[in-house]
Structures are given as structure tokens and as C-alpha cells.
């Protein structure tokens, strides 16, 4: 018997020819890609700051930090804001997708642990996988993929909308 509580939602996006998902509760909203303000001495991965509202939002190129080619904006290009909740707070942070799909359900009893083996990625960034369309989404477990050095780097007084 399929209950609500036995899904989950999460939005559906790419990095090349790679489909990932990240919880739908997390995502604040979807902007279209505009270069971030760049940020002196920052790891290759963060974009800078992107205006959010009034709120200075670090973001970061996500084919960078997981290893793969710099992401080439296109017109389909969006960034994802998003609010993830760590230990003692909430980090917002926008992550660059090459294109975004869909907010789509997956039953708990669809999602497999992360394989050891055969990926481009430490698996321990991999919440789960989904098999779908003949091919896999991943599902990134947001807290693990950034260190506790970077999310102290990404939460420096300017990057939340304080002057520097």
C-alpha cells in the first residue's frame, strides 16, 4: 500500500548527461544563470556571490566540486537556491545545474544505497540512486558534500549579505 509518507519529492536536474536530485524541501528557488560576483581566493568550485533578494548567496559550479568539466552556460542553465540544513544552521548556497527538469516523487523502496564502485565521484556525496528511464538518478546528500571547512568558508560575513 502506497501512502504520501512512503515518498518523497525532489527536483530533477543535469550535469551533462548526468541526472541528480536533491530534496524538494531544500530548494528555495530556481533562478536563471547570471555571472555570480566573484569572490578573491576562493576554491575553483565557488562561483561568488550570487544577489538573492537582497541576500548575498555563495554559489558554487556543482561539475567542479563532484570532479567533472567547468559548466559552459547555456540558455537551459539555472542555479538552484537552496537552504541546507547543517548541524547548528542553515546554509543557503546556490548550486549551478545545466539544466533543470522536474519536481518528481520517489518511493523510499525505489531509492539503493550508494554503490562502492563505478562512479566518477566519492560516493559518500550519493544519498541514493534511482533507477529510471533505463538510467540512474542520483540523489546528492547536500550536508556530506561540502566539508566543515567549506561551509565555514561559505557562510563568511559577506556571503551573508553584511558589508565586507
Not at 501512502?3 to 527536483?11: D, G, I, K, M, N
Not at 547543517?86 to 545545474?97: I, Q, Y
Request: proline share 6%.
Amino acid at each position: 500500500m502506497a501512502t504520501s509518507s512512503l515518498e518523497s519529492q525532489f527536483v530533477t536536474f543535469s550535469l551533462g548527461e548526468e541526472v541528480f536530485a536533491v530534496p524538494v524541501e531544500v530548494v528555495r528557488e530556481i533562478l536563471d544563470y547570471e555571472e555570480a560576483f566573484k569572490i578573491p581566493n576562493g576554491p575553483d568550485y565557488l562561483l561568488g556571490l550570487r544577489d538573492v533578494r537582497g541576500q548575498g548567496v555563495p554559489t558554487i559550479d556543482l561539475r567542479l566540486k563532484l570532479g567533472l568539466s567547468k559548466t559552459v552556460p547555456t540558455p537551459h542553465t539555472r542555479v538552484l537556491v537552496m537552504d541546507i540544513p547543517l548541524e547548528n544552521r542553515t546554509l543557503s548556497l546556490g548550486l549551478v545545474a545545466d539544466r533543470v527538469f522536474e519536481v518528481t516523487p520517489f518511493r523510499r523502496d525505489q531509492i539503493e544505497a550508494a554503490p562502492d564502485i563505478g562512479v566518477r565521484w566519492r560516493s559518500g556525496y550519493i544519498a541514493g540512486v534511482v533507477r529510471r528511464d533505463g538510467g540512474f538518478v542520483v540523489i546528492i546528500d547536500l550536508a556530506s558534500l561540502l566539508s566543515r571547512e567549506e561551509t565555514a568558508l561559505l557562510t563568511l560575513p559577506g556571503a551573508a549579505g553584511h558589508a565586507a
